[in-house]
């Protein structure tokens, strides 16, 4: 029997920080993993599809290279040779979290973890083996899985998941994505890239339907220029597997059926918590909607229990879990001055050409808030810097409240922005007002300086537009 003051159930992006952080502040810590340290961002997420976005994004340079003065034979793509590559940096990248672990003194269980009680879990290994593991306070980092469709369950040949689609073994020439969230879209933009013909299926009336309606639009505009299908305000009502193909019925809001026929399907309508044989049902844990329930500070109705990351309420995204695994690790050890996590200045990223980021209420939302608004727009063909780099298709959208000059949100979309939010992401976690970011002298040339001009431009300030 061993003990700690902090174990951990999940060695995703929430689990491992909260971990870390933990011993960093003395406590004596325990994770417990039954698959792959790192989680699914690490290993079929965030990181393994971005290695591949990248080699589309440089296919699609290469296709391009002509514009920029440079004669290239026409580029043929090597599938294997991408997903070696981006297995090869998941699988780096998680060596390098056991040696973070083991660094800052973190004890590693390899098994499931289950709770007994709120002081004691087991541990079952994979040769069956069972430990018993004391501890003080229990964080439940045990993140999330793809959701199933009712009747189109994946099967890892026809029917794909997220997690096959990361490992194909030869290009689909036609394929179906049900779901145009950000998943859903940058696998739609990594395979129509390197030569797939993608149709994709949304229930609702727009792709990417938590972003600002405007960017959305353009988000559709571009990816449908690149030859990418939507159906919108649709669904897929079955699928009929053939042999080397499925047929696909779909319906749209009016009632109307059609059918499509594509070598692979791809899901990507959500995502579920991996809440079962938990051990919940021996605590005063709530679930609500198949998540658990917790406070501003990730505490469950369980004392000494804490939940973190996509167990729980979104965004479901790797940097919310792990700024979450700080602020419950820095509460458990009662770290002064530690504020809770304010989700309004939770930036989202989806790395698709082009690409689009945001935080902060949409134009929408903020209306809806009640706020009178003055809203910024700037777009990249006016940019130096765009012009040079070829990537004049994009758009800088600032949201303030008129009476204040509070940034309410901030949306983009073109090359690099899932680089450029993080601007925004500081000043709005500063609180900052128009009149700072006004008064801030932004490099030049750089994309950055769009920034600049968008606030500029919601105050009728804008020069260069």
Known sequence: MTEFDVVVVGGGPGGYVAAIRASQLGLSTALIEKEHLGGICLNWGCIPTKALLRS????????????????????????????????????????????????????????????????????????????????????????????????????????????????????????????????????????????????????????????????????????????????????????????????????????VESSITADRVILAIGIIANIEDLGLDKTKIKVERGQIVVNEWSETDEPGIYAIGDATGGPWLAHKASHEGVICAEKIAKVPGIHPLIKENIPGCTYSTPQVASIGLTETKAKAAGFELKIGRFPYRANGKAMALGETDGLIKTIFDAKTGQLLGAHLIGAEVTELVQGFCIAKTLETTEAELMHTVFPHPTLSEMMHESVLDAYGKVIHY
């Open 56 to 255: 589309a994004e440089i296919l699609q340079t290469i296709k391009h290279a002509a514009d920029f003065g440079i004669e290239v034979s026409t580029p043929k793509i090597n599938l294997e040779k991408m997903v070696e590559r981006s297995r090869k940096i998941s699988n780096q990248l998680a060596g390098g979290i056991k040696h973070l672990l083991q660094k800052n003194k973190v004890t590693i269980f390899n098994g499931h973890g289950r709770i007994q009680n709120n002081k004691t879990l087991s541990v079952t290994a994979a040769d069956g083996k069972i430990e018993t593991v004391k501890t003080k306070n229990i964080i439940l980092a045990t993140g999330a899985r793809p959701r199933m469709v009712p009747g189109i369950e994946a099967d890892g040949e026809l029917i794909w998941t997220s997690r096959h689609a990361m490992v194909p073994k030869e290009l689909p020439e036609s394929l179906l994505i049900i779901g145009s969230g950000a998943i859903g879209i940058e696998f739609a933009s990594f395979y129509q890239t390197i030569g797939s013909n993608v149709t994709v299926v949304e229930m609702l009336d727009r792709i990417l339907p938590q972003e600002d309606e405007e960017i959305s639009a353009l988000a559709q505009k571009s990816l449908s220029k690149q030859g990418i299908t939507f159906h919108l305000s649709s669904s897929v009502t079955a699928i009929k597997k053939n042999k080397d193909n499925v047929t696909a019925t779909i319906k749209s809001a009016a009632g």
